[in-house]
């Protein structure tokens, strides 16, 4: 699982025309890409550095001081560049795999007490945030 986490000041996700997640003031993104060998220990774990890492203003987490975390489902992470023009995908979990698991990501954030809003999987989603600092993560799982 490879999670690119950015720090905000505000995000929103819209679908057609409609905002459909978001939120105002600091928090975090967390764009989710599932590749074909993840399960429940890379959603445990994942979840868990969302949660805990201490990337927000004075070195505090989203659990220290209840920031909501935005997470996007996000194939493209695994795309394949090394050859030619045109990324390959193969390294992306096909989507019944993928969304469980982007799913259970939420849903473990959410029993650690997490305000979390989300896209909606598969859709073309328009999503703004303005980076704070910037702060940009790449987390592997």
Same mark, same amino acid.
């Given at each position: 699982?490879?999670?690119?986490?950015?720090?905000?000041?505000?995000?929103?996700?819209?679908?057609?025309?409609?905002?459909?997640?978001?939120?105002?003031?600091?928090?975090?993104?967390?764009?989710?890409? !599932? %590749?074909?060998?993840?399960? *429940?220990?890379? @959603?445990?774990?994942?979840?868990?550095?969302? =949660? $805990?890492? /201490?990337?927000? &203003?004075?070195?505090?987490? !989203? %659990?220290?001081?209840?920031? *909501?975390?935005? @997470?996007?489902?996000?194939?493209?992470?695994? =795309? $394949?560049? /090394?050859?030619? &023009?045109?990324?390959?995908?193969?390294?992306?979990?096909?989507?019944?795999?993928?969304?469980?698991?982007?799913?259970?990501?939420? =849903?473990?954030? /959410?029993?650690?007490?997490?305000?979390?809003?989300?896209?909606?999987?598969?859709?073309?989603?328009?999503?703004?945030?303005?980076?704070?600092?910037?702060?940009?993560?790449?987390?592997?799982?």
């Amino acid at each position: 699982m490879r999670t690119v986490i950015q720090r905000v000041d505000g995000a929103a996700v819209h679908v057609d025309g409609e905002q459909v997640g978001g939120f105002t003031g600091q928090g975090l993104v967390a764009l989710v890409g !599932v %590749t074909h060998d993840d399960g *429940p220990s890379e @959603v445990e774990k994942t979840a868990r550095k969302i =949660a $805990d890492l /201490r990337i927000l &203003r004075d070195e505090r987490s !989203v %659990t220290d001081v209840g920031a *909501p975390v935005l @997470v996007i489902s996000q194939f493209t992470l695994h =795309a $394949d560049v /090394r050859k030619g &023009r045109r990324p390959s995908w193969n390294g992306a979990a096909p989507a019944d795999v993928a969304e469980p698991l982007v799913d259970a990501v939420v =849903a473990a954030l /959410r029993e650690r007490g997490v305000q979390v809003e989300t896209g909606r999987f598969g859709a073309d989603m328009r999503v703004s945030l303005v980076n704070d600092g910037p702060v940009t993560i790449v987390l592997d799982v």
